[in-house]
């Protein structure tokens, strides 16, 4: 069975920083496309950040410079360190896995669309 846990969230004041981690368990990440997706109440899901398995990563226009995304594969966890957090950050964060890795499309997506969903941490910032 795929399970999805995020951990990490929580509240900070603008520009701080926060690292959310997504461990992965009944599922290999170094054999698929990872992602950070985020959620606003009444609002749509977006996508922030991406990586491949050749470690190409991408990002949203808003979170480029201030997020980095990355994983460890012998610990089968993906991480988002999230630095200068704004109150526009705030949102629960999902990761996600795609069971194939076609690439990443520039605004910090999967080309293939993720099958697997974590539960979600909640991050607040605010002002």
């Known amino acids: 069975q795929v399970q999805l846990v995020e951990s990490g969230g929580g509240s900070v004041q603008a520009g701080g920083s926060l690292r959310l981690s997504c461990a992965a368990s009944?599922?290999?990440?170094?054999?698929?496309?990872m992602g950070w997706f985020r959620q606003v109440p009444g609002k749509e899901r977006e996508g922030v950040a991406a990586i491949d398995t050749d470690g190409r990563t991408s990002y949203a226009n808003s979170v480029k410079g201030r997020f980095t995304i990355s994983q460890d594969n012998a610990k089968n966890t993906l991480y988002l360190q999230m630095n200068s957090l704004k109150p526009e950050d705030t949102a629960m964060y999902y990761c996600a896995a795609a069971p194939q890795d076609w690439g990443l499309f520039s605004d910090g997506t999967c080309i293939a669309r993720p099958t697997y969903w974590g539960q979600g941490t909640q991050v607040t910032v605010s002002s």
């Open positions: 009944g599922y290999a990440n170094s054999n698929s496309c």
